[in-house]
């Protein structure tokens, strides 16, 4: 593993159990992510990039290799030590905003430090209206998820993912809901936030989204292809994201109560 790197997946294999037999998601997989790089990630339906990304966020266990994140080895966490983990380091912005609709927006913004027992009332509620700020929302913090379009509760959800100041955010389809003008937007945010030093990794299914990130991992039947010069040349086809369900969700804020 490279000093500078933030991510190394070494040599993963990741076998669920299905109704015929034993299923290899990943083959073998190998990569490197360093600290402040953009890296999309980008695969056809079943092609093994969402099993990736579960890596690395440390929400599935490699049947074997070594998964390293900020130099923790997340193979030696139990769930309990991965959730705590989890909610200091990483930030993760899903597809469906995964805002609790009777919590005010600053309310939903504080909650990862609940769950991580950061700081006191004031310092959280501080905390969140500058995380509000930064992404252009403070003035909606009193308001409920209900009130706002799709592309404000997405600035929220990235509010929420910044809260904690993790050094690596997660995008899970961060885009996918939204129309190309505020995708756009939100984009701009991203870069932003790399530019601040942070490490961002992006699932997306829009290529030409891809094509301005300075790096993507394309996954094709559970193993790493083409660089991106050769990604940006091939043709559209349907991509599929991690797609994380509300159960998923819940598993990891319960988990991160403990």
Known sequence: MSKKSVICVEDVVKTFAGPAGAV???KNISFEIGRGEFVGVVGPSGS?????????TGIDRPTSGNVYVLDEHLNKLNENQMAQWRGR??????????????????????????FCKIGNRRMRKERALHCLELVGMVDHAHKLPGMLSGGQQQRVAIARALVNDPPLIVGDEPTGNLDSR????VFELFNAIVEQGKTMVMVTHDRDLAAQLPRVIEVLDGKLVRPHADFMAQPSRPTQSLNLNTSEVQYVLDKSMA
């Open 24 to 26: 290899t998601i990943l």
């Open 182 to 185: 505020t995708s756009a937007d």
């Open 48 to 56: 093994g990039k969402s099993t990736a990304i579960n890596m690395i």
């Open 89 to 114: 380091n990483i930030g993760i912005i899903f597809q469906f905003f995964q805002l609790l609709p009777t919590l005010s927006v600053a309310e939903n913004v504080q909650l990862p430090m609940h």
